[in-house]
């Protein structure tokens, strides 16, 4: 099993940009972040391949967020601009092992990371 770290959550004020990273110890190939709400389903948000083309965002980040690999940190980024209130939530990697292309299906993922906070207030 992959163990995968994030980080760069925190509190931003409407309109702010974060980015999240999420390093994984161990092979791997595509990574997804998902993101809860408390009370709330997890939901997908934007997963990347292992060639880092063909990647997926939810309807509700288009044009907003941006995810990126750097292979050689063995990291994940997702870059997040125009945040609103709305996209507070704890926010999950997840990676794995064999699966080459994107993909926001969470049964597939058996390695997750701890969860990082991201608070969108004034």
């Known amino acids: 099993q992959l163990q995968l770290v994030e980080s760069g959550g925190g509190l931003v004020q409407p309109g702010g940009s974060l980015r999240l990273s999420c390093t994984v110890t161990?092979?791997?190939?595509?990574v997804a972040w998902f993101r809860q709400v408390p009370g709330e389903e997890r939901e997908g948000v934007t997963c990347i391949g292992s060639r880092g083309v063909r990647n997926y965002y939810a309807d509700s980040v288009k044009g907003r967020f941006t995810i990126s690999r750097d292979n050689a940190k063995n990291t994940v980024y997702l870059h997040m601009d125009s945040l609103k209130p709305e996209d507070t939530a704890v926010y999950y990697c997840?990676?794995?092992?064999?699966?080459?292309?994107?993909?926001?299906?969470?049964?597939?993922?058996?390695?997750w990371g701890q969860g990082t906070q991201v608070t969108v207030s004034l």
């Open positions: 161990g092979d791997y190939y595509a």
């Open positions: 997840a990676a794995h092992r064999l699966l080459r292309v994107c993909s926001l299906r969470q049964g597939l993922f058996d390695s």
